[in-house]
Every structure is written in structure tokens, then in C-alpha cells.
């Protein structure tokens, strides 16, 4: 079995420092993790994704995560915040090649100005 | 590509009406799933194909709801009756493969009185 905890429900940054969106996963098998944006009455907008390649993975709108095995983390990071960036943010897991994706419970990004 | 398309964008419905959704998925995904989001239980995943076959329907909430996909470029799902503890978002995603992430459309806002 598979799952995600996003360790925080509510983060809030004021514009131009960094984010972190931190998220920890658990699976029996090699995961393929996700990270997905919901802005307000909008659906879900692929981020960026790992499937095995490079640890450090570079996603749209500046954002970039990084799998540490050792840790079952896929934290969630952009050097310097927009206003723009003020959404909820979904971790995803998935055993490879198999459609069972378990969703985090979101976190929410306020983004102060 | 216009992604994956989902109608009506709103729906307002009188409590034991029936309610039929509707999802395009984009051309070539040979995968497809509903979801479910509300507050208080975030997204879940209800029902998803592979090739137009149900795979997985363990999610599905209660008899009332039903999903089918006749062929590949749509798919329905039709609660009936609908109650009012069925007002959420209903997203429809697609995807040609998990390593891929899924394309979600823009959902339905489904409010039962």
C-alpha cells in the first residue's frame, strides 16, 4: 500500500521569499511521486513529477522537488514566491506503471504581498 | 489539444433528480478516472478505466452512483437519485500512462438541494 502526508495544512509566505511544501510518502514499491496545483474553482494542473530518473526535479513556474529515498520525503520548493503561486498544492503517489494514485490531503499556499 | 472537457460546469439539482455528468478525455489517454473533492474529505477517487473498462470501482460511495465509459472519448457518471450529501467537485482526468500524470479537467460543481 501507498500513501502521502503533507505535513502542513495552511503555509503562508510573503512574496519573494522561499516556499517549502513538505510532503512524505510510504510504499512497499520504487514510487512514482507527483506534485500537482489547484488554483481557486480551477482543476488540477500537473506540476512535476518523479519516475526514477534524476532526484532533483525541475517542474513549471520555478518550482523543482527532490526525492530522498533515506528521508520518504518529495518536499515541494521555489526560491522566491508570487502572488501568483497562491493555491493548493497536492503530493501524489503511485506504484509505477499502475493507476492506484493516493492524493495528500493538500496544503494551502497564501501568498502575502 | 483542448484537455480533457467536462459538462455542465455547474449543476443545480432538486434532491432525487437524477444527475448525469459528462468527460471528454483527451485523444490518445487510454486511461480514465473520476474523482470527488469536497472539504471534508478531499479528493477521492470514485471510478477509472483502462481501454473503456471499469477497473477499479471500489470507491464508487453507494449504489446510487454508476459510471460508464461506451467508448474511447467519453464517459458519464449518473447519480440517481442524487441527495444533498452529493454536492461536491467532480473532476474527470486522463492519462496515457501513471508515469505521466494525469490531466484533470476543470470539473463539475455539483450542488443537490
Known amino acids: 500500500a501507498q500513501s502521502v502526508t503533507q505535513l502542513d495544512s495552511h503555509v503562508s509566505v510573503s512574496e519573494g521569499t522561499p516556499v517549502l511544501l513538505r510532503c512524505n510518502y510510504s510504499?512497499?514499491?520504487?514510487?512514482?511521486l507527483f506534485w500537482y496545483v489547484q488554483h481557486p474553482n480551477k482543476g488540477l494542473q500537473l506540476l512535476l513529477k518523479?519516475?526514477?530518473?534524476?532526484?532533483l526535479v525541475k517542474g513549471i513556474n520555478g518550482f523543482e522537488a527532490e526525492f530522498k529515498k533515506s528521508e520518504t520525503s518529495f518536499h515541494l520548493t521555489k526560491p522566491s514566491a508570487h502572488m501568483s503561486d497562491a493555491a493548493e498544492y497536492f503530493c501524489?503517489?503511485?506504484?509505477?506503471?499502475?493507476?492506484?494514485?493516493?492524493f495528500g490531503a493538500g496544503t494551502r499556499l497564501t501568498v502575502k504581498p | 489539444d483542448a484537455g480533457v472537457i467536462q459538462s455542465p460546469r455547474h449543476e443545480v439539482t432538486e434532491m432525487g433528480q437524477e444527475v448525469t455528468l459528462r468527460c471528454k478525455p483527451i485523444?490518445?489517454?487510454?486511461?480514465l478516472f473520476w474523482y470527488r473533492q469536497t472539504m471534508m474529505r478531499g479528493l477521492e477517487l470514485l471510478i477509472y478505466?483502462?481501454?473503456?473498462?471499469?477497473?477499479?470501482d471500489s470507491g464508487m460511495p453507494e449504489d446510487r452512483f454508476s459510471a460508464k465509459m461506451p467508448n474511447a472519448s467519453f464517459s458519464t457518471l449518473k447519480i440517481q437519485p442524487s441527495e444533498p450529501r452529493d454536492s461536491a467537485v467532480y473532476f474527470c482526468?486522463?492519462?496515457?500512462?501513471?508515469?505521466?500524470?494525469?490531466?484533470f479537467g476543470s470539473g463539475t460543481r455539483l450542488t443537490v438541494v
Open positions: 501524489v503517489v503511485s506504484k509505477r506503471n499502475n493507476n492506484d494514485m493516493r
Open positions: 485523444s490518445g489517454h487510454n486511461s
Open positions: 518523479y519516475t526514477s530518473a534524476a532526484t
Open positions: 510504499s512497499s514499491y520504487s514510487p512514482s
Open positions: 482526468a486522463s492519462t496515457p500512462g501513471t508515469v505521466r500524470g494525469y490531466t
Open positions: 478505466f483502462n481501454n473503456n473498462v471499469p477497473i477499479d
